[in-house]
């Protein structure tokens, strides 16, 4: 595993999302504690949704299929702030974003490791230029909600489970 993951800290909350302390990113996955995450979902003016193929090298979740980007507040930054750096940081722009409705969620991975999150949705639209970091993303790629939500059902094994989650389940992205 990366240092990055090692060094990086989360927030955890309790269900109402009241913070209850910070603690290093890896060990909250190991231990499944409920913690702070957002999504992002970014839009074209074709109502196609951006996907990212997460990098093969992620500590969970790598080579899957997901969201524009999904990542971690900063203990001490506001959600608004943590979204416009990581979507800049992952897919090297930025734009306007609105938060949706938040969820919390639990799933176990084979490597042992467990997302616990407490997980804000932001949907936005862009119809510029993508840079990937190729650190985060392998791929990405223009996708109509429809055709998503078909293949999701499908071919259920290669996206991540909290971007079928709020897709299929929750049904937030309309």
């Known amino acids: 595993m ?41 839009f074209n003016k074709k109502g196609e949704l951006l996907l990212q193929q997460r990098n093969s090298s992620k500590y969970h979740s790598g080579g899957l299929w997901s969201n524009t980007v999904c990542s971690h507040p900063r203990p001490e930054e506001k959600y608004e702030d943590a979204v416009h750096r990581r979507l800049q940081e992952e897919m090297g722009f930025d734009c306007e974003l609105h938060k949706l409705s938040c969820i919390i969620y639990k799933a176990k ?24 970091d190729e650190i985060e993303v392998e791929e990405y790629k223009w996708v109509g909600i429809d055709e998503l939500k078909a293949d999701m059902k499908k071919n259920p094994v290669i996206y991540t489970y909290w971007f079928k989650k709020i897709i299929l389940h929750e049904n937030i992205i309309k």
Do not use: W
Request: proline share 2%; with cysteine.
């Open 2 to 42: 990366g240092k990055d993951i090692m060094a990086e800290q989360v927030v955890l909350v309790d269900k109402n999302n009241t913070e209850l302390g910070v603690m290093e990113k890896l060990e909250a996955h190991e231990k499944g504690l409920l913690h702070r995450a957002f999504s992002i979902f970014i």
């Open 109 to 132: 991975f084979e490597n042992g490791l467990t997302e616990h999150e407490y997980d804000c949705v932001f949907r936005g639209k862009y119809d510029g230029d993508v840079y990937p």
